[in-house]
């Protein structure tokens, strides 16, 4: 069976992983790992985990095929590249650093080790973004996130959250970029107030429109090709329209979060491949430009 690292055991691991691995203990061998003893104690109790390391030395030492991070940011480089330099998978939350250069020495190193980087884009496996992937013939895509009030650093709120929407907006696209220019602005206190980003293929345009201060809580994504409108929003309803017909398709009431999200398909494909050796889910390529591109909006 193999072994399967998580290290940290924060909030994002609590509530949108271990819940997903618990469920997984018959395939895989998890060993949660935190400085914290009584939360290792605590949440190994809850899930039924069997393994628990107080820190990264002692989870390498157990030799995991793979590990998940959800340490801060901050601390995702130096982790990263101790275990690719131990010859272990790496799943990591968004961003995978907030230095475009660390970001792209990280994957070439992934790639020289013939090992996967693979970073936390859940979104685009979401069931209803993958339905609007889908879609033919695109024209526009709008990714809006709002806010209901901010508080974030220009440089926090790009890559805890609009990364989300940039990412999200870049994987509908079906053609290369030609050209991407935004702009961030910011309250007198200095945080983030807006994030705009505009980005052109061939054939599609893509908007994205981060509102920290929109007094309201709202994630929609619309797509607009030859032959209609469609509209996910907050990754849990999308609805068609064309002319003369609208029709909405939410999840069923008993379908869990986690899969609504786009964690639960995500985590599956991520194991499955260190598993299998396969692909990588989250293409490196496409991974490193969403982070680029966040980079170059702080830059402007």
């Given at each position: 069976?193999?072994?399967?690292g998580v290290?940290?055991?924060?909030?994002?691991?609590?509530?949108?992983?271990?819940?997903v691995?618990?469920?997984?203990?018959?395939?895989?061998?998890?060993?949660?790992t935190?400085?914290?003893?009584?939360?290792?104690?605590?949440?190994?109790?809850?899930y039924?985990?069997?393994?628990?390391?107080?820190?990264?030395?002692?989870?390498?030492?157990?030799?995991?095929?793979?590990?998940?991070?959800?340490?801060?940011?901050?601390?995702?480089?130096?982790?990263?590249?101790?275990?690719?330099?131990?010859?272990?998978?790496?799943?990591?939350?968004?961003?995978v650093?907030?230095?475009?250069?660390?970001?792209?020495?990280?994957?070439?190193l992934?790639?020289?080790r013939?090992?996967?980087?693979?970073?936390?884009?859940?979104?685009?496996?979401?069931?209803?973004?993958?339905?609007?992937?889908?879609?033919?013939?695109k024209?526009?895509v709008?990714?809006?996130?709002?806010?209901?009030?901010?508080?974030?650093?220009?440089?926090?709120a790009?890559?805890?959250?609009m990364?989300h929407?940039?990412?999200?907006?870049?994987?509908?696209?079906?053609?290369?970029?030609?050209?991407?220019?935004?702009?961030?602005?910011?309250?007198?206190?200095g945080?983030?107030?807006?994030?705009?980003?505009?980005?052109?293929?061939?054939?599609?345009?893509?908007?994205?429109?981060?509102?920290?201060?929109?007094?309201?809580?709202?994630?929609?994504?619309?797509?607009?090709?030859t032959?209609?409108?469609?509209?996910?929003?907050?990754?849990?309803?999308?609805t068609?329209?064309?002319?003369?017909?609208?029709?909405?398709?939410?999840?069923p009431?008993?379908?869990?979060?986690?899969e609504?999200?786009?964690?639960?398909?995500?985590?599956?494909?991520?194991?499955?491949?260190?598993?299998?050796?396969?692909?990588?889910?989250?293409?490196?390529?496409?991974?490193?430009?969403?982070?680029?591109?966040?980079?170059?909006?702080?830059?402007?």
């Amino acid at each position: 069976m193999l072994k399967i690292g998580v290290m940290g055991l924060g909030n994002i691991a609590q509530k949108a992983y271990l819940p997903v691995m618990a469920a997984m203990q018959d395939q895989y061998e998890f060993h949660l790992t935190t400085r914290n003893a009584e939360k290792r104690q605590r949440l190994a109790a809850q899930y039924g985990f069997q393994h628990t390391h107080a820190d990264l030395d002692e989870l390498i030492s157990v030799h995991p095929a793979a590990v998940f991070v959800h340490t801060p940011t901050s601390t995702h480089a130096r982790i990263i590249r101790q275990l690719l330099e131990n010859d272990i998978n790496v799943y990591v939350d968004k961003p995978v650093a907030t230095d475009l250069q660390a970001v792209q020495a990280l994957y070439d190193l992934a790639a020289s080790r013939h090992l996967m980087l693979t970073c936390g884009f859940n979104r685009r496996f979401d069931p209803l973004n993958q339905q609007l992937k889908a879609l033919p013939n695109k024209r526009m895509v709008v990714a809006e996130k709002v806010r209901e009030t901010g508080g974030q650093d220009p440089e926090t709120a790009v890559f805890d959250l609009m990364i989300h929407s940039v990412d999200t907006g870049l994987f509908l696209l079906d053609e290369p970029l030609e050209t991407t220019c935004g702009r961030v602005l910011t309250t007198e206190a200095g945080a983030l107030g807006q994030g705009y980003l505009t980005a052109e293929t061939a054939h599609e345009q893509l908007q994205v429109v981060t509102n920290m201060y929109g007094g309201v809580n709202l994630e929609q994504t619309t797509v607009q090709t030859t032959h209609g409108r469609a509209v996910v929003k907050d990754l849990s309803m999308l609805t068609n329209y064309q002319t003369a017909q609208t029709t909405t398709t939410s999840f069923p009431d008993w379908e869990p979060t986690l899969e609504k999200r786009g964690f639960a398909p995500l985590i599956r494909a991520f194991l499955t491949a260190v598993a299998t050796h396969g692909t990588n889910p989250v293409d490196p390529t496409s991974a490193i430009t969403s982070h680029a591109v966040c980079r170059h909006l702080l830059s402007r």
